[in-house]
């Protein structure tokens, strides 16, 4: 199918992604991305008042956050729009770009801003009273730490998760590491010619605000903390849990940033258009839920439902994009799929920039959108997974308007 709204070409962006407690872990998440938001639509002549719809996306509470949407876009500059705040992990990159095309789709909305911003950075720790506790004492929950390593469902962590399906599928560490060095490879290829690629949607040098955001701490140059791996040196790391597969050089670290998307009808897509010649159209969205445990599992069922609504199949795919918070992620997709796992997430991945959550489909659709327009257009598919063994997915077009 073909949605009514579409994506105005140019009209996105993201920040760098900062490893944990690095370059951005002073900014407050939401804070962050309207100031961000700000700068960027001002840099491309769009008009705040434009917009009269709005979606935000997080994962990681900040202060304030329950007054969500409309306060990021009230200190964005549009304060007419207002709309939801969303949760959804990993999966919420995708679940704020369909709530988007949803609202246009139904006539509800011209013009949506739709933003995702994480800070796992200094995430808050809770306090949860419990009159009837011993002495009246409540729990404590470190919102990333503790959820990071223990799903209640079945008390066991993330990583656990692809490493019962490295073991169900045979998928051996040096695979895994194949697969790291790969993606490495394919992440330099957006820092050539002094990251020209990167520079297609993200605002470089970067200037980091102070949190006041009234002057300028540093500047960042691109992503900080990617790591540059060799094989001697992947070689040389054991499995995180023993008689387990999964290195810390197989999986991606924590980070911050935001990441943002307009989404509009068609005629206004033109209007706001980077290039009025190039349209990126909606044809797919699905998701999935597997079984406990199985959470990299996921992104397959998800990508298959998102193709099956757009008429499309792998093979009709110019270029593949997918969250994978773990190497063993791509190498059960390709094989469950077919998809080349050697030639999937050109430009980077959240395997090489990390993983802020919320905004990292967000840039992954960014990147797989301007991968697309490098090649002249043709079909596109991101998934990934996320918390709860589940993903989402979406398949999108770059062509001629």
Not at 18 to 31: F, N
Not at 92 to 110: H, I, P, S, W
Not at 221 to 231: I, R
Request: glycine letters at 10%; hydrophobic letters at 40%; proline letters at 6%.
């Amino acid at each position: 199918m073909s949605y009514k709204a579409e994506i105005p070409y140019g009209a996105y962006w993201s920040t760098p992604f900062a490893r944990w407690q690095g370059s951005l872990a002073h900014l407050h998440s939401v804070e962050f991305a309207a100031h961000v938001a700000r700068l960027e639509l001002a840099k491309r002549n769009i008009d705040p008042k434009e917009f009269d719809y709005g979606v935000l996306g997080f994962s990681v509470p900040q202060k304030h956050s329950f007054y969500g949407l409309p306060w990021l876009t009230g200190l964005a500059g549009v304060p007419q729009a207002g709309g939801p705040t969303v949760m959804q992990a990993c999966a919420t990159g995708v679940r704020t770009l369909l709530a988007a095309a949803q609202e246009v789709e139904v006539g509800m909305a011209k013009a949506a801003l739709v933003v995702n911003c994480d800070r796992t950075s200094n995430g808050p720790h809770l306090y949860y009273p419990n009159p009837k506790g011993p002495g009246g004492t409540g729990a404590a929950e470190d919102w990333v730490m503790d959820n990071f390593g223990c799903d209640p469902l079945g008390g066991h962590s993330m990583l656990k998760t692809a490493e019962n399906v490295a073991g169900d599928h045979g998928i051996k560490t040096v695979q895994q590491h194949e697969v790291v060095l790969r993606r490495e490879q394919q992440y330099r290829q957006a820092l050539e010619n002094d990251s020209a690629f990167l520079r297609r949607f993200m605002t470089l040098p970067f200037e980091v605000p102070a949190a006041n955001f009234k002057k300028t701490l540093s500047t960042l140059m691109g992503d900080e903390g990617v790591s540059q791996s060799t094989p001697e040196g992947l070689a040389k790391l054991k499995p995180v849990v023993e008689g387990g597969t999964v290195t810390f050089g197989g999986q991606t670290h924590p980070a911050d940033g935001n990441a943002a998307i307009v989404v509009t009808t068609r005629d206004q897509a033109r209007e706001l258009s980077a290039n009025p010649k190039i349209a990126i159209r909606l044809h797919g969205f699905g998701q999935a839920r597997v079984g406990l445990a199985r959470m990299p599992e996921a992104t397959v069922p998800a990508a298959l439902a998102a193709l099956s609504q757009a008429g499309k199949a792998i093979k009709d795919m110019t270029a593949i994009k997918t969250h994978n918070p773990f190497a063993v992620n791509d190498i059960y997709f390709a094989k469950q799929t077919g998809a080349d796992l050697m030639n999937m997430n050109n430009f980077g991945c959240s395997l090489v920039w990390g993983h802020p959550q919320a905004p990292m489909g967000t840039r992954a659709i960014i990147e797989l959108i301007e991968e697309l327009a490098l090649r002249g257009g043709g079909f596109g598919l991101f998934t990934g997974c996320a918390a709860g063994d589940s993903a989402m997915s979406v398949v999108l077009e770059v062509c001629d308007a």
